[in-house]
């Protein structure tokens, strides 16, 4: 009884390992399940079109291309493959029986022999780690199951199938994982691409993925060998010498990127933003139109290319649908002209310039605080503030006089919109600009009156969103990266928004600062404001058509200034061409007014009143919008006073209305004063400004008056202009006897100041 238990226990033993390795075995999944389960290193972002734009690496710790169909192989790859490592693949039922005698009988004799494994037992390992090779080698029980698997394998799968799987899931070298990784990483080129000398190296890394590149060329050599030998192929020469300087220089490439396309910024925020739990698809559709990225990569590059000379290296483009919110092209780099390529400008934090003035002027207007006729002086301006005295520059130098509120904002002129945020006050603004998207990380009363002026910092994305606030007539919504319902909340009043809409695309009004054939203007209705940063160290232009917005930025990701860069030359020519890509085969219309706008016929009165009734007027009679209430006929200055800030916009129909706040002219016999600046005056130098550009204008009433500045003399007449410099002063007004008539003490502060421009167009 025990000698007949001795006999039998090897026999169960071996039968329940059958058992169990075939039941493993019969556990493989079919092909579907494995091609629906490949999981590429790198995700593809698919346009609207489904073209690919962007191809990024997701998983670090692999490399796997996408998966390649047999019949895109080329057929010298698949030739080498089964002569290298089983050239009787399409003959035998997964275990090639022959094989495997012949290598039972060398390794009882001790004599090297190939291996026995084929194709399919390979595969088999790949697709189940239990039959995988450790460092040891395998196991009986893994050889069995690897056998009994191949089998099952080669019954349930196809031949061109078991191929198919096996250049797709098998490692080729280091972190290289199936044919299209390796074939893009060191040949360069896709896998149906692919020649005798390239197959044979990539036949011979399957066998041996780490081998020295002497050793792999050398067993390149052979498998070329043996594929030019194949009956129709003659018996052409191999040069193996050839082939190892081939083998070596292959194996030092690494041609595929990490990321290759056309939208590199876009797909990193995307996403972030849509696959927050890391867990990234193979393909992820986007909102991008295709054609209208690659056009706006080409034109951002041939722009910046042209002002290389200008000390400017970097840009951003941003298109977005108005009524839904989607990115339709996102530029966040010139690529390769840039030396800060991985920045993406589209959310770098810039300071916008006179970009931030329409939001400005729409909330004047929605506040009745002005209207777009009334009249505003451009002219030199002191305000008085906490820390000094803050006195604007205009982007020419020059002032333009009284001028309307139209032609202010259109000709984008610095004086008069800081005087209108006078009458805001930067926190009411402050709170306008995150109404409608722009949330600033300070108060207003951190930045002051510079805030007219665009000081604060804010990325692209959410300024041309700003602006599809007033496209959408001050309807504000989010930037949407998928096709979707957008959700409107109110921002700005809708008659201001049309009013300041209308403005911007008005090329009359914006003639005296931009010329009349500037390359704002296009050839369909279109609204658009430029800036310019402090130091030009920023250049914008964002605007809007009937369906589209579109904001572009050019500067230095440095934050180096650029050398005589305009809204006109900067930013303007890369809008106006996306704008025309946009347009050049679909309208644009002006929008209709809203319900309860009210158009009148306005005219202007000349600066002075007229001696002989034959004065200029200030701007031609034309039709204007005004929110209702607002409205009057006639808009004129009827005194000569300085530091008036506008017209009244809040006067009856067909009135004639002074200038509100204008001080009545001095009268003779008066007492003579100083009025500007008042005692105590603390004036800081702008370091942006020229020198020589910087003035101090003194005012005083009272008549025949002599100034004298420190004990000098300065000048005469009721106003002079004064080129400040660092330290304390004497003021002094005097008559012509020399009699002290009145007296001030200011100090101006200031260093190092350097020629540079100031914030404007």
Known sequence: MTERWWTVRPWCAG???????????????????????????????????????????????????????????????????????????????????????????????????????????????????????????????QKLGQTVAAQVLDRRWRKDQILEAYLNLVPFRSELVGIDALSRTL????????????????????????????????????????????????????DCDALDLFTTAALQRRAFDASDGVAPHFTRYLLRQRFKDGAVPERVPSTLRAPLQ????????????????????????????????????????????????????????????????????????AEQRLTAASLVEDSPAQITTASGLYIPQNYDRQFKGWVSVRTALAASLNVPAVRALVMVTPDAFHRQLAAVGLPLRESGDYFGYSLALGSPEVPLLQLTNAFRTLAN?????AVALADAKAHFTPAIDAHAAYIVGDILSDGNARARTFGADSVLATRFWSAVKTGTSKDMRDNWAVGWSERYTVGVWVGNASGAAMH???????????????????????????????????????????????????????????????????????????????????????????????????????????????????????????????????????????????????????????????????????IQLTDAAGTVLDEVRIEVRGAGVRASAAPGR
């Open 187 to 238: 040949f360069g080129k896709a896998a149906h691409g692919l020649d005798d000398r390239e197959a044979a190296v990539a036949a011979a890394l399957v066998r041996a993925p780490n081998a020295r590149p002497a050793l792999v060329a050398q067993r390149a050599c052979g498998v070329l060998r043996d594929m030019q030998q194949r009956p129709g192929n003659g018996a052409a020469r191999v």
């Open 294 to 365: 690659r056009f706006a990569v080409q034109s951002l590059q041939q722009q910046l290319r042209e002002l290389r000379g200008r000390h400017v290296e970097d840009g951003a483009v941003l298109v977005l649908d108005n009524a839904t919110g989607a990115v339709l092209a996102w530029v966040g780099s010139s690529g390769a002209l840039s030396q800060a390529s991985e920045v993406d400008g589209v959310l770098a934090l810039r300071q916008p310039g006179s970009t931030l003035k329409p939001f400005l002027y729409a909330q004047a207007i």
């Open 473 to 477: 007539g001050g309807r504000a919504s």
């Open 564 to 730: 005589d860069v305009s809204g006109t030359s900067g930013a303007a020519p890369v809008w106006a061409a996306v704008m025309g890509f946009l347009h050049a085969r679909e309208p644009s219309r002006p929008p209709g007014a809203p319900a309860g706008l009210v158009r009148a016929a306005v005219r202007f009165g000349p600066a002075q009143p007229p001696p002989a009734g034959n004065a200029q007027p200030l701007e031609a009679a034309r039709d204007e919008w005004f929110v209702p209430g607002t409205q009057q006929a006639v808009f004129a200055i009827y005194s000569g006073a300085d530091g008036a800030y506008e017209s009244s916009a809040r006067g009856q129909k067909g009135s004639k209305t002074a200038a509100r706040g204008a001080p009545a002219p001095a009268t003779t016999g008066a007492a003579a004063r100083i009025t500007a600046p008042p005692p105590g005056t603390i004036v800081a130098l702008d370091p942006d400004i020229p020198p020589a550009r910087q003035r101090l204008h003194l005012r005083a009433s009272g008549q025949g008056l002599h100034w004298r500045l420190d004990g000098k003399p300065l000048g005469r007449g009721p106003q002079v202009g004064w080129l400040p410099w660092p330290g304390r002063h004497v």
């Open 15 to 141: 039968w329940a390992l059958w058992v169990v390795c075939a039941s493993a075995a019969w556990a493989i999944p079919p092909f579907g399940e494995v091609r629906a389960d490949f999981q590429p290193s790198d995700t593809l972002i698919l346009s609207r079109e489904g073209e690919v734009l962007q191809r990024l690496r997701v998983d670090a710790t692999v490399r796997r291309g996408q998966w390649v169909p047999l019949d895109e192989v080329s057929p010298a790859l698949r030739q080498a493959l089964v002569l290298s490592e089983d050239k009787r693949f399409f003959e035998h039922s997964g275990v090639d029986w022959r094989a495997a005698s012949a290598a039972a009988w060398g390794n009882l004799w001790n004599q090297r022999t190939r291996g026995a494994s084929t194709i399919t037992m390979q595969l088999a390992g790949l697709l189940d780690g239990d039959w995988r090779q450790g460092p040891g080698g395998r196991t009986v029980a």
